[in-house]
């Protein structure tokens, strides 16, 4: 869980402010639902959108979609993005 959810910080604060600044912010909550915990993380940054001089290796998704058991991506009305993790707490 701590890995996904650092790894849906580091996007939004690297991709959607592009870096970071003085501005940006990150929301991170959690509920338990069920037998499962929700992680939500949002910024009000760029968005999904290709960048050519992204720095990145491109695989923060793919290393969040192997951890969570759930994942919903939306891009949010105001601006920037709402990741939702689930992690089942029982098997």
Not at 62 to 77: F, S
């Amino acid at each position: 869980m701590v890995v996904a959810v650092n790894e849906a910080v580091a996007n939004a604060v690297v991709h959607g402010y592009e870096g970071g600044s003085e501005e940006a912010r990150v929301w991170v909550g959690c509920k338990l639902d069920g037998e499962r915990l929700w992680f939500t993380v949002a910024d009000r940054g760029t968005g999904l959108r290709p960048r050519r001089d992204s720095p990145g290796l491109g695989l923060g998704f793919a290393i969040i979609a192997q951890l969570a058991d759930d994942l919903e991506l939306h891009e949010a009305a105001e601006g920037g993005v709402e990741i939702r993790l689930g992690f089942r707490l029982s098997e």
